[in-house]
């Protein structure tokens, strides 16, 4: 069993189009998390949610919208997609929020966004 | 400004040998240092954990040092394998500040292990 799943894995998609990646994990923890690396490799955090509220949001455009509709789930809706949104996104999560004994983060898979 | 940098994009060494993966940061106060292993088209896995008040930690074939006077982190792969080839990734959780809590990534060492 999968323990962080998202989907799709791989989306291509027109500039202006809106899309949504899905994220689930089936771990019963209580902090989610969307990274995303870009083509240099770089892993930066977008979101992170607690108990489905919001706790970071670090300096994203607010074409990016995160849900969290429960503790497992949390989702990410982009609109007006740009060519730099090209990446991919990683979703995660963990036990409760790092700073509580350095909590282990659990990484999916990855979503592959390419936007033409 | 705020850096956490790997020592090198790529380290090559032989089967048997002993990797040595640096991490130095600027500008943090970590209360803990991570290291993830990331393999092509996959997501980062955890390794090893170290708090800021320990020196070292050892798991199986890997050891991670802490030195938090040289702002410095050092991973460790003895009897390297083939199988060890990766992305190492450092990352660290910020203990003060507005961005307390939070996970910052180094960019990676991309680790060649050759028989």
């Known amino acids: 069993d999968t323990a962080v799943s998202q989907t799709p894995k791989y989306l291509v998609t027109q500039m202006g189009n809106d899309k949504s990646i899905k994220c689930e994990q089936n771990l019963g923890h209580d902090t989610m998390y969307w990274y995303k690396q870009d083509s240099k490799k770089f892993l930066k955090i977008m979101f992170s949610y607690n108990n489905k509220e919001l706790i970071i949001n670090e300096t994203v455009p607010n074409r990016f919208s995160p849900k969290s509709p429960d503790k497992a789930h949390l989702n990410l809706h982009i609109n007006s997609l740009e060519l730099g949104d090209s990446a991919v996104y990683f979703c995660?999560?963990?036990?409760?929020?790092?700073?509580?004994?350095?909590?282990?983060?659990?990484f999916g898979e990855g979503s592959w966004l390419t936007v033409v | 400004s705020q850096k956490i940098e790997q020592n090198s994009e790529a380290l090559n060494i032989q089967e048997g040998k002993t990797a040595t993966l640096t991490c130095n940061y600027t500008n943090y106060s970590p209360a803990y240092l991570q290291w993830y292993r990331q393999d092509p088209g996959r997501g980062p896995v955890f390794l090893l954990l170290?708090?800021?008040?320990?020196k070292e930690k050892r798991k199986e074939r890997l050891k991670v040092t802490f030195d938090t006077t040289l702002k410095q982190s050092l991973f460790h792969i003895t009897a390297s394998q083939p199988a060890d080839s990766a992305t190492y990734l450092c990352?660290?959780?910020?203990?003060?500040?507005?961005?307390?809590?939070?996970?910052?990534f180094g960019r990676g060492t991309q680790l060649t292990v050759w028989p």
């Open positions: 995660a999560s963990s036990q409760d929020l790092p700073i509580y004994s350095g909590n282990t983060i659990y």
């Open positions: 170290i708090r800021e008040n320990e």
């Open positions: 990352a660290l959780v910020e203990a003060r500040g507005s961005t307390l809590g939070r996970l910052y």
